[in-house]
């Protein structure tokens, strides 16, 4: 299908030069999907983190269900390598995210 641009309120059809550098355009914006969902998803989980980073403090003892969530939150991008994958980690059910670690 052409694409057109306008030029003074009159629409002009791509030359093949321009089809080809928006065709190179188009490949780089989708090839790059991955990795926006994953600072999106990235986004989340570390302000997940952030609610519970005081108890890191040294004057706070962390349970070992605060760690292993922790730890799940860290490694929840692992193995997420399409834009599919992360989607059903940014599910929301019920006002949150349906696939995340459960807080403890």
Known sequence: MPRYKQID???VQFTAEEEAARDI???AW???????ALTELRKERNKLLAETDFY????VTMSSDMTTYRQA???ITNGLDTVAKVETKLEIEDGKYKNFPTKP
């Not at 989708?30 to 926006?36: D, T």
């Open 9 to 11: 309120g009159t629409f």
């Open 25 to 27: 355009e188009e490949a």
């Open 30 to 36: 989708a090839n790059e999907a991955p990795a926006r």
């Open 56 to 59: 890191g403090n040294s004057d």
């Open 73 to 75: 939150l860290r490694d």
